[in-house]
């Protein structure tokens, strides 16, 4: 048992943040706050997880020199722009907000000889021979719009601006190496293969299963060492049969919401980034069962079912997984666009 470990954890609610409170908790004797800010909405279960929730204007609030954790994408990103991100032995630079702009990751990319798909910048660009397009943001947010368009007419008609477009990579699944690197070079990794995701277009994990690949972490080395990156963060591939090799998809600097499959495998990553000793476990694979239920209630009992002898993972508000598996997609976009729209809170 270690004693006197005192964390802040930003963006608590996410998958992330609960796995690493989870792990944290069942091995120390920690201290974890979950802090929002006043903008945020506080989830129901966040004072089940942690030992408090504060919440504050500024990230600046927090005491100094305390162990701050960002999370997501969003909140990372805003500890960086302020300075380098430390945690126990990792520090994050400054330059890693490099990847979150995805056009220039990609240029550095091909300049350095590493693959990735054939890429548009511009909807112009794109002949009426390059479909199917696969879309995304062009800047790292969390999330956001991506998908799949078979000609310029499936293609967003709004936003285009914050779009970059790729040829499709039409082979199954998505490929991941979490890793630690320190001014460029890789002091931990973790290979993994996402059979399943949500949102299928592009999301977290459903069903993923580690592998041991080294061109995988071949290729991820060479852009550790070729950006001297520096902190912790997921980089994402797709196999490509045309090219008979990986591609590069992006690297998120940030914690990856299947971390946990990483960390639990490798205990380094929790040693270096938490100075926390943990017992190595061998996890074959883990199934989300949240994320599952949001693909609909048959597409999980199909998918428990196939996966059986994998780890089953729920998160809190499995409940409200269950109703958005339940309720058809159309009428889910229509309540979302009623309860988003600023003008119904004014009148």
């Not at 990553?269 to 989300?288: M, P, T």
């Amino acid at each position: 048992m270690q004693d006197g470990k005192e964390y802040y954890f930003l963006q608590p609610a996410s998958d992330q943040a609960i796995s690493v409170a989870k792990i944290l908790h069942d091995c120390s004797d920690v201290v974890i706050h979950a802090v929002l800010l006043k903008s945020e909405k506080q989830s129901a279960f966040l004072d089940k997880i942690y030992e408090s929730v504060i919440f504050v204007k500024d990230y600046k609030e927090l005491p100094e020199d305390s162990f701050i954790v960002p999370f997501g994408a969003q909140t990372t990103e805003a500890r960086l722009k302020n300075g380098d991100v430390k945690l126990a032995s990792v520090t994050m630079t400054q330059a890693a907000l490099n990847v979150y702009e995805k056009p220039a990751f990609l240029n550095f990319c091909e300049k350095h000889n590493l693959p990735v798909p054939k890429t548009y910048i511009n909807e112009e660009e794109i002949s009426d021979t390059d479909f199917p397009i696969f879309y995304k943001q062009r800047y790292e947010k969390g999330g956001g719009v991506r998908g799949f368009a078979n000609n310029k007419q499936e293609l967003p008609k709004t936003h285009k601006d914050e779009l970059i477009y790729q040829e499709f990579i039409n082979t199954p699944g998505t490929y991941g190496v979490g890793f630690i690197a320190d001014k460029g070079v890789l002091v931990a990794s973790f290979c993994h293969y996402e059979e399943l995701s949500y949102p299928v277009s592009g999301g977290s994990a459903v069903v993923i299963h580690k592998v041991n690949d080294k061109r995988l972490k071949y290729l991820t080395e060479a852009f550790v060492k070729e950006s001297s990156y520096s902190g912790w963060g997921l980089a994402e591939f797709k196999w490509c049969d045309k090219r008979h090799d990986y591609v590069y998809m992006e690297v998120n600097a940030k914690f990856w919401a299947s971390c946990e499959l990483a960390f639990r495998n490798e205990p380094v990553f929790i040693k270096k980034l938490f100075n926390i000793e943990i017992d190595k476990k061998e996890v074959e694979g883990l199934v989300y069962i949240n994320r599952a239920l949001n693909a609909g209630l048959f597409n999980a009992a199909v998918t428990i079912i196939k996966n059986n002898k994998l780890e089953k993972i729920i998160y809190p508000g499995v409940f409200r997984s269950i109703l958005v598996g339940m309720l058809p997609k159309p009428l889910i976009k229509s309540i979302k666009k009623i309860f988003l729209d600023p003008k119904r809170w004014l009148t």
